[in-house]
């Protein structure tokens, strides 16, 4: 839960939490930023962090933030939100046998898929042979799914590497999802045949907004999974009035599970997709009584609004520890809730494993609108040195889809006075980075299927 003041001078500013019944919130549970001048005038954070057991049983509905300013003292009342509970529902996909590639040791992917949970947090691991594995693995963050009776449910996807040696060594791979606290695992291996019979899915996939700014088109994709054979199987996709699109169907070869997997792709303009037309994956085969559809559509009702960045130093505390330094990169108030966020230092892209962005958050007092952090850590060093570290933002609400921010410690104090010159000066430089990131993250993108 957090807390913005803004538009206050001088800088000198405190935040205090309370629980409905006025008793104080701890301090181990309370995260306050520096201030940050912007536009001529500063603006603070804090956040408080509540154990799942305080939120789920407490009888509180909301905590009181108080801020006290030489100028005066405000408060306002933060409900709190308690999701439903909803468990996971875990499978994870085995790669075909021709996935594995690569010069010297081939490798190929083992996919976990978390979906139709809430409330949205959730961990996931991977185990082999009950040992759990610290590498090769690349999680995703978690995002909204479907609504079930109203409540929004969650999913996410975990993609475990693994050398073709250790998948045919008939190792047991797990994946691990906690949920709520409790554990759920599934198990596969290369020796696993099940003998139960396994019903057709289907899945849509709607387009990314990164897809969307790199193609400058609407990738609709449908995956089936459990095939029994391929020979009957037709997937196609239709407009809201009928008329079929273009459809390139890709097959997998059997798994070891004795099933195969296919995906159905179809692009439409960019101003087709957006305007909320409705478009329906249609799948046959001769193992369904009748065909399976499922449609798709972006929401009509959600309305764009532009997000707004701040970039926030390390702290003082933390820094005098000289261990690490954190730089936290908020983006609020923005929708629709399709967001990308990216560091860079000295202009190149910085690993994916030196930061974590939250999942996109509805905004407590800002029905409809999101928000979601990004926290990168470097070495207490580098700070120190005077590195400069750059927060690319991405939303189709933004003027030219993308935007950044920098900081550096010269700069702790003055991003605000920054924060213009990147708007006037460097849009397009902005774009052309977004571009080649996303480019670079494409062509790493492994290739389970062959063209039917």
């Given amino acids: 839960m957090g807390c913005l003041a803004r538009d206050f001078l001088p800088s000198s500013i405190t935040f205090s939490w309370n629980y409905q019944n006025t008793s104080e919130v701890g301090n181990r549970d309370i995260k306050n930023?520096?201030?940050?001048?912007?536009?001529?005038?500063?603006?603070?954070?804090s956040q408080v962090f509540l154990p799942s057991v305080d939120v789920l049983q407490g009888s509180d509905e909301y905590l009181t933030c108080k801020v006290k300013h030489s100028n005066g003292e405000k408060s306002v009342k933060v409900p709190i939100l308690v999701p439903a509970e909803l468990p996971p529902n875990v499978t994870v996909f085995i790669p075909p046998r021709d996935a594995f590639s690569g010069n010297g040791q081939r490798t190929s992917q083992l996919v976990c898929q978390a979906k139709g949970f809430s409330?949205?947090?959730?961990?996931?691991?991977?185990?082999?042979d009950g040992k759990r594995l610290e590498s090769g693995i690349d999680t995703g963050r978690v995002e909204a799914d479907d609504k079930v009776s109203g409540v929004v449910t969650y999913?996410?996807?975990?993609?475990?590497?693994?050398?073709?040696?250790?998948?045919l060594?008939?190792?047991v791979f797990t994946c691990q999802v906690e949920h709520n606290g409790v554990v759920s695992e599934k198990n596969v291996s290369s020796m696993c045949t099940p003998n139960s019979p396994v019903s057709i899915s289907i899945f849509t996939i709607p387009p990314s907004f990164a897809s969307i700014f790199l193609t400058k088109l609407a990738k609709l994709s449908c995956l089936v999974t459990d095939l029994a054979t391929y020979d009957s199987l037709t997937i196609s996709w239709t407009r809201q009035n009928g008329e079929p699109l273009k459809t390139h169907t890709n097959i997998s070869e059997s798994h070891p599970n004795i099933t195969f997997s296919a995906m159905g792709e179809a692009t439409v303009c960019v101003e087709d997709w957006e305007s909320g037309e409705q478009f329906t994956c249609t799948v046959t085969h001769t193992d369904l009584p009748s065909p399976l559809k499922k449609t798709i559509s972006r929401p009509k009702e959600v309305a764009k609004h532009m997000p707004?960045?701040?970039?926030l130093p390390p702290s003082r505390e933390q820094l005098s520890l000289r261990e690490s330094a954190s730089?936290?990169?908020l983006v609020k108030g923005f929708?629709?809730?399709d967001v990308f966020v990216q560091w860079l230092q000295k202009g190149q892209?910085?690993?994916?494993?030196?930061?974590?962005?939250?999942?996109?958050?509805?905004?407590?007092?800002?029905?409809?609108?999101?928000?979601?952090?990004?926290?990168?850590?470097?070495?207490?060093?580098d700070w120190s040195a005077g590195e400069t570290y750059t927060c690319v933002v991405g939303h189709e609400a933004l003027p030219h889809m993308v935007t950044e921010r920098s900081v550096d410690k010269s700069t702790e104090g003055e991003v605000g006075a920054e924060e213009e010159g990147f708007e006037n000066l460097n849009t397009m430089a902005s774009t052309f980075i977004v571009l080649f990131l996303l480019s670079v993250f494409y062509s790493t993108t492994v290739t389970l299927f062959k063209v039917k």
Avoid: N
């Fill in 327 to 329: 730089v936290t990169c």
């Fill in 349 to 381: 892209p910085m690993s994916p494993d030196s930061y974590v962005t939250s999942a996109p958050t509805p905004e407590p007092q800002a029905p409809g609108l999101y928000f979601v952090h990004s926290t990168l850590t470097v070495s207490e060093e």
């Fill in 335 to 337: 929708s629709p809730p």
């Fill in 155 to 167: 999913k996410v996807l975990s993609m475990l590497t693994i050398t073709e040696s250790a998948w």
């Fill in 119 to 128: 409330p949205q947090q959730i961990s996931v691991s991977w185990l082999r």
């Fill in 308 to 311: 707004s960045v701040y970039v």
């Fill in 169 to 171: 060594s008939q190792s």
């Fill in 33 to 45: 930023f520096p201030s940050v001048l912007r536009e001529g005038k500063y603006v603070a954070t």
